[in-house]
């Protein structure tokens, strides 16, 4: 049996990226007999200054979308990352496992450093990423593209921590989904969709409803051809579309770029909404049919399995760190 980790950041709405990116994978992971773990990772989301106001209701909001997305919730752990505080600790043992310069390289400090500004959180945060896997010994972790960097850095860091020490950490792998990893915005197609982006037509929240799909797809940019290829160079709008179509659908580029051979863009944009909206709707409607006393009991007792395989890694960890 594998075990599996994933996190999502408490920062805002769960979007049509985050599903197709990571989400659908883990339900898909959770079907098959894996041990997970579904964290979300609000000491992750303190690199963005949240309100504090929010962060509880963001959570739970968080915690909601994951099971209505269809988590099987038999085969998966899932919790708040900062009330297990191993994920904290292991992370600083780590950091003495991994060079400033590595850091520095990854493009998300490059991206996000400018964005949010230049403090040691949005330097370091992978080094917690790192512990957040390997707290549960994790072989599987199922991230959207834009983690591949991260993930190299985990297994860099496993590995000389297990040269030093020992066998103490497997070596994880990054599941993808099939295609659509890396879902752009819908109306900026050169940055990816996000849950704090400025321009929200852009992004396809969990309970937009159908008219407001679509009217985003509508309105959703483009180039001046109006045929409908595959080319992330020159078509980045249209190519981000493709994705989304073909990832809902479970076709290749080739399959929808046949079946949309000749229609006009207005056309195709209308159809990739409506397809995203049929995707959505059953979504929210069992976020909205949760009863939130059984979340917060799940919730509490998903915390202790969570407690428990956490604090038996550290103890390891310690006793060969001798402390
Ligand atoms: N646009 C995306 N396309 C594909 N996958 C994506 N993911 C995020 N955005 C896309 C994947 O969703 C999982 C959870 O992401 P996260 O919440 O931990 O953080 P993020 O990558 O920073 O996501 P956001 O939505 O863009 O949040 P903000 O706006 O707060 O930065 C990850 O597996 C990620 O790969």
Partial sequence: MKTVFSGIQPTGKVHLGNFLGAINNWVDMSNIKNKNYFCVVD??????????????????????????????????TIYTQSKVSEHAQLSWVLSNFCQIGELQRMTQFKEKSSELGNHAGILTYPILMTADILIHKANEVPVGDDQTQHLELTRNIAERFNN???????????????????????????????????????????????????????SS???????????????????????????????????????????????????????????????????????????????????????????????????????
């Fill in 43 to 76: 000491l992750h989301s303190l690199t963005t200054h949240p309100d504090p106001k929010k962060m509880e209701e963001n959570i739970l909001s968080t915690v909601r979308v994951l099971i209505a997305a269809g988590i099987n919730l038999d085969n998966s």
């Fill in 221 to 323: 940019v483009t180039d001046s051809e109006d045929e409908i290829r595959y080319d992330l160079e020159a078509k980045k709008g249209i190519s981000n579309l493709i994705d989304i179509f073909s990832s809902i659908k479970g076709i290749t580029h080739k399959e929808v770029e046949k079946k949309f051979s000749g229609s006009k863009y207005g056309e195709f944009k209308i159809e990739v909404g409506e397809t995203v909206a049929e995707y959505i709707e059953p979504i929210f409607s069992k976020y909205k049919s949760l009863n939130e006393k059984e979340i917060l009991s799940l919730l509490k007792a998903n915390l202790d399995i969570a407690k428990s395989s956490a604090k038996e890694t550290m103890k390891e960890v310690n006793g060969l760190l001798g402390i």
């Fill in 164 to 218: 030093k020490y020992g066998n103490v950490f497997p070596i994880p792998e990054k599941t993808s989904g099939k295609v659509g990893t890396r879902l752009m915005s819908l109306r900026h197609p050169e940055n990816k969709m996000s849950k704090s982006a400025d321009d929200i037509n852009g992004t396809i929240y969990f309970d937009d409803s159908r008219d407001q799909i679509i009217k985003k797809f509508k």
